[in-house]
């Protein structure tokens, strides 16, 4: 095997991506080392690329997060994974193994967790090294130029309708038809909800029902808070869509004891009258929960899959533009050759 890989490296904060040829790191105990098959491009990406308050964070730093390999080689002996399996890694990047918590194994009681493609280097790369606390076994039914995706928008997107309180039948509207949005329609719609998206622009009608929308509002033409009174109220809006504005005007849109549950990088302030929550029951939060193996098992059983495009790694920089100005069909991915 050649000592040397390509990968793709933000040199410093708000530099541009670029290529370079590194040594393959070797792993260390409780390590794998992943031949890198694909790497999908996260708006979680940004962190590495622009900066910003993140404990652990240094540069230079090959980011990405939702890597699919498989295993090349074994830091330790490791009975759970063989050289050659399929595996994936989600954000979540392991523990440092430092403190008691870890010691005994109580890795739920840390908050200083790895963070892949942040605090340690990521998918953005031919090779990457990942602690085995951090890898799932991927089935073999799993897409590696396609399902990459799912390991965070679509952990993101089911973790989010799993953890509300939704009885089969309730009414989920999802905010955005783009990367985690078109997910989430589809998880709602196979879990037994009633489905309306939300987005603007009435060539997306179609799309929205073909991916399992019972009912689809165009923001172009239509008030959505008023069509979704019309019918009731949303127990949950799903809010996929970055837009402050949007958001917080769509909470009048709820059913009593709804709630809006945003899994999207918000940046601006949400402005929401207090009357409004207090007469309707309400309740806004946002949800990063979920756990990768769940996801991909059900995503699997249910025929949930990403719409992407693809690039190569040299492209890392045109995926990644086209992630953040929304023209990407629907997620990037990175191919390795």
Same mark, same amino acid.
């Given at each position: 095997?050649?000592?040397?890989?390509?990968?793709?490296?933000?040199?410093?904060?708000?530099?541009?991506?670029?290529?370079?040829?590194?040594?393959?790191?070797?792993?260390?105990?409780?390590?794998?080392?992943?031949?890198? $098959?694909?790497? &999908?491009?996260?708006?979680?990406d940004?962190?590495? $690329?622009?900066?910003?308050?993140?404990?652990?964070?240094?540069?230079?730093?090959?980011?990405?997060?939702?890597?699919?390999?498989t295993?090349?080689?074994?830091?330790s !002996?490791?009975?759970?994974?063989?050289?050659?399996?399929?595996?994936?890694?989600?954000? !979540?990047?392991?523990?440092?193994?430092?403190?008691?918590?870890?010691?005994?194994?109580?890795? +739920?009681?840390?908050?200083?967790?790895l963070?892949?493609?942040?605090?340690? /280097?990521?998918?953005?790369?031919?090779?990457?090294?990942?602690?085995?606390?951090? %890898? +799932?076994?991927?089935?073999?039914?799993?897409?590696?130029?396609?399902?990459?995706?799912?390991?965070?928008? &679509?952990?993101?997107?089911?973790?989010?309708?799993?953890?509300s309180?939704? $009885?089969?039948? /309730?009414?989920?509207?999802?905010?955005?038809?783009?990367?985690?949005?078109?997910?989430?329609?589809?998880?709602?719609?196979?879990?037994?909800?009633?489905? %309306?998206?939300?987005?603007?622009?009435?060539?997306?009608?179609?799309?929205?029902?073909?991916l399992?929308?019972?009912?689809?509002?165009?923001?172009?033409?239509?008030?959505?808070v $008023?069509?979704?009174?019309?019918i009731?109220?949303?127990?949950?809006?799903?809010?996929?869509? !970055?837009?402050?504005?949007?958001?917080?005007?769509?909470?009048?849109?709820l059913?009593?004891g709804?709630?809006?549950?945003?899994?999207?990088?918000?940046?601006?302030?949400? %402005?929401?009258?207090?009357?409004?929550?207090?007469?309707?029951?309400?309740? %806004?939060?946002?949800?990063?929960?979920?756990?990768?193996?769940?996801t991909?098992?059900f995503?699997?059983?249910? &025929?949930?899959?990403?719409? +992407?495009?693809?690039?190569?790694?040299?492209?890392?920089?045109?995926?990644?533009?086209?992630?953040?100005?929304?023209?990407?069909?629907?997620?990037?991915?990175?191919?390795?050759?």
């Open positions: 095997m050649a000592n040397t890989m390509k990968a793709i490296q933000v040199p410093a904060a708000g530099a541009e991506f670029e290529l370079v040829s590194r040594a393959i790191p070797e792993p260390k105990p409780n390590e794998i080392l992943i031949h890198v $098959k694909s790497c &999908g491009i996260c708006h979680g940004t962190i590495a $690329k622009d900066g910003g308050h993140f404990p652990g964070l240094t540069w230079p730093r090959i980011p990405g997060h939702e890597v699919v390999g295993v090349h080689a074994l830091g !002996p490791d009975l759970r994974w063989k050289v050659g399996e399929l595996v994936g890694v989600g954000w !979540p990047g392991g523990h440092c193994g430092t403190c008691a918590f870890c010691m005994a194994g109580e890795f +739920v009681a840390c908050e200083r967790g963070v892949t493609g942040v605090t340690i /280097d990521g998918g953005y790369a031919e090779y990457m090294v990942a602690r085995t606390d951090a %890898v +799932v076994a991927l089935p073999d039914a799993f897409d590696v130029t396609v399902d990459a995706p799912l390991l965070c928008a &679509g952990r993101t997107t089911f973790g989010a309708l799993q953890s309180n939704l $009885k089969g039948g /309730d009414t989920v509207a999802v905010l955005g038809l783009g990367g985690l949005g078109h997910l989430a329609v589809q998880y709602a719609s196979k879990l037994g909800y009633r489905v %309306v998206a939300i987005s603007r622009g009435s060539e997306k009608r179609s799309l929205a029902i073909r399992g929308a019972h009912q689809y509002i165009d923001t172009s033409s239509t008030d959505a $008023k069509a979704l009174q019309g009731g109220g949303a127990n949950v809006i799903l809010a996929t869509a !970055p837009n402050a504005k949007t958001v917080s005007a769509l909470v009048a849109g059913a009593r709804g709630e809006m549950v945003i899994v999207s990088g918000i940046g601006e302030p949400l %402005v929401i009258p207090g009357f409004l929550l207090l007469r309707g029951n309400l309740k %806004v939060r946002g949800s990063v929960e979920g756990t990768i193996a769940p991909i098992r995503s699997h059983l249910c &025929g949930v899959k990403p719409m +992407v495009e693809l690039f190569s790694l040299e492209q890392a920089a045109l995926g990644y533009r086209k992630m953040l100005d929304g023209t990407v069909h629907f997620r990037s991915v990175l191919t390795m050759h």
